[in-house]
């Protein structure tokens, strides 16, 4: 299959106009074989430097593309760390285009030190358990803080599937589950724009739902016992990674589902044995926040309480050394910028929305079937953590969730 992005990009009935670096992807068995002709077709010519780590230079059935300069860096230790990053210029050789062999921190090698030179960059990814290589977000670590920051996405996606259908196959089922999580990033969504009339896209929306779909009817195949399909899996992937360049930010593709990944990757008091990879993680998010939506739905019409800043002294209580970073990123509480009324106003179609989301269980038992992680013990967190959960999560980023809106709610509980 090949996407051609310029049917996703340009102006839009939402209003907005959503520019797409990437002009195509590229996903198809034996890919490889073909990658001077995918360059061409998008007029990326010049000095090539490519970019491998160990493993991913070693990989069996690897087809290593025609290079001006071959970097392959020490896959032990490397991670997304500027310091890291930067450090590699001076051996990419003055490059016109920087072709990427691999998975997130390889991307994040390439993306940061393209965007610094001014140059585009090519993905070749080696794993499709991610969204995020048609994506433009480098997640780079900066003076010790991790920040997710907007930048150049690929010109070019090449994914050969004779390589990502070797990954192992947890890494495939990460993947499915930070998929089917779009579900409750979409709700959200919807929701925090009928509330408080924040940008929603229904072409961005459908995109997300697209690559939901793909992905349902793959997991109902694997479930069967057919073989899996790649092909539709790696598109979804690419899918869903594309929203988050059409509407530059993860707003489509990350809800209150994916603050539970966060949370593990902070780490804070009580979830000091947290773990797992994100779509292990996300997955488990999104089966306790559609419990969550589903039992409150059931409530009945709340009441609107009033707004109030998150307590300092809960914030420290729970967030111990990180409460500082937490403190700053709600000091402009998206809560504050709307009448929670008007929750309460629209109570009937966010029931609606609700209603659209599977079952805690059927979410829960798709992953559990695939031998994947869906219980919170599954990811090294207490059960015992479980209904303060969502109130922790949910303070972790500045962004309007249903999950969030509970502060404004009463439900006469
Ligand atoms: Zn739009
Ligand atoms: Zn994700």
């Known amino acids: ?85 930067e450090a590699i210029v001076p051996q990419l050789d003055d490059p016109d285009v920087i072709i990427t062999v691999g998975s997130g921190t390889l991307m994040d090698f390439a993306r940061y030190n ?71 990033s979409l709700a959200d969504w919807l929701i925090a724009h009928l509330v408080s009339g924040e940008h929603y896209c229904e072409r961005v929306a459908l995109l997300a739902r697209e690559a939901m779909a793909l992905m349902e009817r793959s997991v109902d195949g694997l479930l069967r016992g057919e073989r899996p399909d790649f092909e539709a899996m790696a598109a979804a992937q690419m899918y869903s990674g594309l929203t988050m360049q059409m509407m530059g930010s993860s707003r489509a593709a990350s809800g209150a589902e994916h603050l539970i990944a966060h949370l593990v990757e902070m780490k804070p008091p009580r979830f000091e044995s947290a773990h797992g990879i994100h779509g292990e993680c996300v997955g488990v998010g999104s089966i306790i926040v559609a419990e969550e939506y589903h039992r409150l739905a059931a409530l009945g019409r709340p009441r609107a309480k009033p707004f109030e800043p998150l307590g300092e002294s809960w ?87 249903l999950a969030r809106m509970r502060r404004v709610l009463d439900f006469g509980e």
């Open 1 to 85: 299959m090949i996407i051609d992005c310029a049917k996703y990009s340009g102006n839009c009935s939402c209003g907005r106009s959503h520019p797409l670096e990437t002009r195509m992807v590229v996903v198809e068995y034996g890919a490889l074989h073909r990658f001077d002709e995918y360059m061409d077709a998008c007029g990326l010519g010049g000095r090539r430097t490519v970019l491998y780590d160990t493993n991913t230079y070693n990989l069996p059935g690897m087809v290593h593309v025609r290079a001006d300069r071959e970097l392959v860096l020490e896959a032990r230790g490397l991670h997304s760390e500027k310091s890291l990053i």
């Open 114 to 184: 393209a965007n610094s030179l001014g140059i585009p960059f090519v993905a070749i990814p080696t794993l499709a358990s991610s969204d995020g290589f048609t994506a433009n977000i480098c997640s780079v670590v900066i003076d010790g803080h991790k920040r997710s920051i907007p930048m150049h996405a690929p010109a070019l996606v090449v994914t050969d599937l004779g390589i990502i259908s070797g990954a192992p196959m947890f890494l495939t089922v990460s993947g499915i589950a930070d998929i089917l999580a779009k579900h409750i």
């Open 315 to 401: 914030v420290r209580e729970k967030f111990g050394p990180l409460a500082d970073g937490i403190l700053e990123e709600n000091r402009n509480d998206v809560l504050s910028a709307f009448d929670p009324q008007r929750i309460v106003d629209v109570w009937d179609e966010i029931v609606y929305i609700i209603s659209q989301i599977p079952s805690a269980e059927t979410l829960a038992g798709r992953l559990r079937d695939l031998d994947g992680k869906y219980r919170l013990s599954d990811i090294g967190i207490d059960e015992a953590l479980k209904p303060e959960i969502l109130d922790i999560s949910s303070a972790i980023r500045n962004r309007l969730t």
